[in-house]
């Protein structure tokens, strides 16, 4: 009886493992990268490279940011924050000569991994990667000088 319980728990275990997702590799990491909405609207990326929690946040607050903008036109409103997800307002840290973008993936802990990044050398961020749907999906964006994840920020957002 207790081989049986034993085989079992093995078997259950076995198919658990091998359902589990590898880290994302550097060409996962790229792609996703590639569809952060860095000073471009929303509508303009792949919103698949997005988890199903997060693209529905974001598709509500750049609705709310084109609301805005349309009630008040040539004001900067309290969507701002959608626009800057790595690059400041001035020249783009990735059109540089020389420039360079490293990833970092972590440990994959529950179908979520955390990916590092370093633009430069100097500017740390960080992507929050979901494997969903068989595929790794960017979960939340993290920029250290916001204080605040792109997710928690966009919830703020829209409640207030």
């Known amino acids: 009886m207790h081989r049986i319980l034993a085989l079992v728990i093995v078997a259950l275990l076995s198919a658990f493992c091998s359902n589990a997702p590898e880290a994302p590799s550097q060409e996962c990491c790229e792609q996703a990268f590639s569809q952060i909405p860095d000073h471009k609207h929303f509508s303009k990326v792949d919103k698949n490279a997005f988890s199903a929690e997060f693209r529905e946040l974001l598709e509500k607050a750049y609705a709310a940011a084109d609301k805005e903008e349309q009630e008040n036109p040539g004001e900067i409103g309290d969507y701002e924050f959608l626009s800057y997800w790595y690059d400041g307002n001035g020249d783009s840290l990735l059109e540089s000569e020389g420039s360079s973008i490293v990833f970092e993936p972590g ?41 605040k994840s792109m997710k928690t920020m966009t919830k703020d957002y829209l409640a207030r």
């Open 107 to 147: 440990e994959v802990k529950d179908g979520r991994v955390r990916v590092d990044i370093c633009i430069n050398t100097e500017h740390k961020f960080a992507m929050l990667l979901l494997y969903e749907d068989k595929a790794w999906r960017i979960d939340d964006w993290i920029d250290p000088a916001f204080g």
